[in-house]
């Protein structure tokens, strides 16, 4: 059914295509021999324009343990692109040498582009401020795993909905299941952008914009925080104003409901205290974990051995 499909956006895949993957991740953790050597002679190439730790390490780990192997760079310094050479020429080369593509690119739509020219899939580990659709489906994983539905729940988006790709994609994807609200919290500086907020509308989804995190917290059963990207920002002085503007604390966890469950897509910088990690409502860790074993069933399945 994914065989030969690249991901560029959370919707190339249906609700059912992304079940499919969501059922064949939990087998693989059930079961860690399962499709240990499916992908033995099979290549990934991992080109990565941006920095990284999660999306290539368990891009790459997740190749290794399917018996495959990897090749690549870690940043662009390192390849042909410092030379000058064209993103689509680098992605014809990559695809002469790989069964399968996964780039990260600061540029919006480079993606797109890359998919278009090559002849082998290609995944999306990142386009600028878009979409990040292989975090999304950790993120599903990691809510449907850790609550039994994705479903009739409350999720809060805080910190950076402006440039946030994760939040950008997650939100699109949700609005395709049933009885979601959402809680938009950020600066006025750092809010949802009106594309994504029309992708809501169009569905009818139920969503608010607000400010305050503590206030909110009550209300929520899933809150997803994100860090404020110093990266993407033109002017440090605003970075340097809003970038503790929310930290997630003891403090607040105390008014969170008692099956809540704390997502990050991480790195995280100062945005939740360590304090929290120790409180078992903070998932993040185990929601990286849970990326290694979706992006398993992705390759697997795009590469057609399942
Ligand atoms: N979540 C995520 O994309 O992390 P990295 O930037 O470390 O890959």
């Known amino acids: 059914m994914l065989k030969g499909r690249s991901l560029v956006e959370p919707e190339d895949f249906s609700i059912e295509e992304m079940d499919s993957l969501f059922s064949l991740a939990e087998k693989i953790e059930k079961d860690q021999k399962y499709l240990r050597e499916s992908c033995r002679g099979k290549l990934l190439a991992t080109l990565f324009f941006e920095p990284s730790t999660r999306t290539r390490l368990s891009f790459e780990a997740a190749m290794l343990r399917l018996g495959g192997s990897c090749l690549g760079f870690a940043e662009p310094g390192s390849s042909s692109a410092s030379k000058g050479e064209s993103l689509a020429d680098t992605i014809r ?19 797109l582009l890359a998919s278009r020219y090559s002849d082998i899939p290609v995944i999306n580990a990142g386009d600028g401020g878009h979409h ?12 449907k795993r850790l609550t039994g539905k994705i479903e009739n729940f409350t999720i809060g988006f805080c910190g950076d909905l402006k440039f946030g790709r994760t939040v950008h994609s997650l939100a699109k994807a949700l609005s395709r299941y049933n009885k979601i609200k959402m809680l938009f919290i950020s600066p006025s500086e750092l809010v949802l952008p009106d594309y994504i907020k029309s992708v809501l509308k169009n569905k009818n989804v139920e969503f608010e ?25 033109f002017n440090e002085d605003d970075y340097i104003r809003l970038k503790d503007i929310y930290v997630l604390n003891s403090e607040k966890m105390a008014a969170g409901r008692e099956n809540l469950i704390v997502l990050h897509p991480l790195p995280r910088v100062n945005e939740i205290s360590i304090e929290v990690d120790a409180d078992p409502r903070a998932a993040y860790f ?21």
């Open 93 to 111: 080369m990559a695809a002469c040498y790989a069964d399968a593509i996964v780039m990260r690119n600061p540029k919006e739509g480079a993606a």
């Open 132 to 143: 990040h659709p292989t975090q999304t489906l950790t993120d599903l994983l990691t809510i």
């Open 209 to 233: 914009e607000r400010e305050n995190l503590e206030k909110s917290m009550p209300e929520i059963d899933v809150l997803y925080m994100t860090r404020v990207q110093r990266e993407r920002f």
């Open 286 to 306: 185990a929601q990286a974990k849970y990326g290694m074993y979706v992006r398993m069933a992705l390759l697997s399945s795009i590469l057609g051995v399942v």
